[in-house]
């Protein structure tokens, strides 16, 4: 009998430290999991946070940045932040490792693990962002405009949908959808969103008519006003009617006063100098330099004033 006890409790010595084993594996690996992922959302916000500095001529004290956003995400405020490194000239990459907030140890202390003989562990996050201007992504009201049109100094003004009476110093070969017969500048939108995805290069194709497309008529109401939209240029035009295309060749960002169209116009006389009235029918506002942080647009085009920063990898 007695031999009979000193088996069972072997079984029993081995049976625990199996399930301190698991325990280990269940505990211990998924604290280190939620570590690693409170790092991770520092290196995101910590590359965003520099490369938005660097967009605007001015990267400041990267390293204090990218401490102070990792610092920010962990749970215990603390993580161990390397100095964030420059792989091109238009990219920042930031590497964070464990911190412990309350020690100061650069190591995790474990809970079970040690009766494997592991008792503490270290674990790491990178991100990479980058900036520039905007080659692809969604046009924010799927309207296009020709250059001739675009004017980072040009103050508040008037972008028709047709015509150029607005617009005397158009002389390209595409006036702000005057030369397409049927084409308003309204762009198709294949998803049925009030918006257009496209890219450089792209031929998108024209929505023929004046008046605002139905997907976009709950948009244009008064919080509309003050928002800044990332809207595509063009640089040719082909075809008639639904038929039409217009060549996308950049993108820039015009800051919403007001707008005129069949049966909707809101800040329609308010702003001097902007004036959109009669057959008059477009935006009122202006073009601004403008730095977007959604991840919606890729990167490599022209420079128009708008830049993009987006996490790379």
């Not at 009979?4 to 625990?16: D, I, K, N, Q």
């Not at 990267?62 to 995400?73: I, M």
């Not at 607005?166 to 702000?176: D, E, G, K, L, R």
Request: charged share 15%; aromatic share 6%; with cysteine.
């Amino acid at each position: 009998m007695g031999e009979e006890r000193g088996g069972v409790s072997v079984v029993v010595a081995v049976a625990l430290v199996a399930l301190l084993g698991f325990a280990a594996l269940v505990i211990d690996v998924g604290a280190l999991y939620a570590e690693r992922a409170e790092l991770q959302s520092g290196t995101d916000a910590a590359a965003l946070a520099v490369a938005q500095d660097c967009a605007g001529g001015n990267c400041g004290d990267a390293t204090a940045t990218a401490k102070s956003l990792a610092d920010q995400n962990a749970k215990d405020g603390a993580a161990s932040v390397d100095a964030p490194v420059f792989p091109t000239s238009n990219s920042v990459r930031v590497r964070a490792t464990t911190l412990d907030g309350n020690t100061g140890a650069g190591s995790l202390a474990l809970s079970f693990a040690p009766v494997l003989g592991i008792d503490e562990a270290t674990v790491a996050a990178v991100s990479t962002a980058s900036w520039g201007s905007p080659a692809g992504g969604p046009a924010m009201l799927p309207l296009a405009f020709a250059p001739c049109v675009f004017d980072l100094n040009g103050g508040v003004q008037v972008i028709q949908t047709h015509g150029t009476s607005s617009t005397p110093s158009c002389t390209s070969t595409s006036p702000s959808g005057a030369t397409l017969p049927g084409g308003f500048s309204w762009l198709d939108s294949s998803t049925g969103a009030c918006e257009s995805h496209m890219d450089i290069d792209d031929n998108a194709f024209s929505d023929p008519g004046n008046n605002i497309p139905s997907e976009c008529t709950g948009v244009f109401e008064p919080s509309l006003v003050g928002q800044t939209l990332i809207l595509p240029l063009y640089d040719d035009t082909s075809g008639t009617g639904s038929g039409a295309t217009y060549h996308v060749s950049g993108w820039v960002a015009f800051k919403i006063h007001g707008w005129r169209f069949p049966g909707n116009s809101l800040n329609n006389n308010s702003i001097e100098g902007a004036k959109c009235v009669g057959s008059c029918n477009g935006l009122i506002g202006e073009f601004i330099e403008f730095t977007d942080l959604s991840g919606d647009f890729t990167l490599g085009g022209p420079n128009l004033g708008v830049t993009v920063v987006a996490l790379t990898e």
